[in-house]
């Protein structure tokens, strides 16, 4: 965090796969990567389990980007997803949350992807009871009340979706 502070450098994790920029044909990813057609639609994830399966995905979604942010400890989604709105061709971005953050700077990158006509669908994980419980057992970050969190996503135009399966073809859509 201090190097890259000091050099001004956007790293991304710890604890994370990394980024797939497809238009770039820049696969900066942990793992295998089969890349298709760039599309666009874009996933910001914080779980990296979640974006390898967003990449492997058959689910007839063309990527733009795909990006793993972890434990965010430079980089977080909130960053990924304010620069996205104004990447060139990403027309819509999936993202999948289990620490929501700074409110504020998420009414900004919000704001920013309805200003640029970016359409947003967010999964928040444990927003149910179960998924509550499961957070409490994986950071505990997932857990407590989102019905601000997700006012704030409806208020700016985005979509809240309710699991994976959703937020993929709501993104896709």
């Not at 795909?66 to 434990?71: A, D």
């Not at 009871?129 to 996503?153: K, S």
Request: aromatic share 6%.
């Amino acid at each position: 965090v201090a190097a890259a502070a000091r050099h001004a450098l956007p790293v991304i994790g710890p604890n994370a796969n990394g980024a797939v920029c497809l238009h770039s044909r820049a696969p900066m990813w942990g793992d295998a990567v089969r890349t298709g057609a760039p599309g666009s639609v874009a996933f910001v994830s914080q779980s990296g389990n979640l974006g390898v399966l967003a990449l492997a995905s058959r689910r007839g979604l063309d990527w733009h980007t795909v990006v793993s942010v972890g434990n965010s400890a430079v980089v977080d989604a909130t960053a990924v997803l304010h620069h996205l709105a104004y990447a060139p061709d990403v027309r819509s971005i999936a993202v999948y949350l289990e620490d929501d953050g700074d409110g504020s700077r998420w009414a900004r990158a919000f704001a920013a992807c309805a200003d640029q006509g970016t359409r947003v669908a967010v999964l928040k994980a444990g927003h149910s009871e179960a998924g509550a419980a499961a957070g409490g057992a994986h950071t505990a970050a997932v857990a407590g009340d989102h019905r601000v969190f997700e006012a704030l996503v409806r208020e700016a135009g985005g979509a809240w979706c309710h699991d994976p399966h959703e937020l993929f073809e709501t993104a896709k859509a």
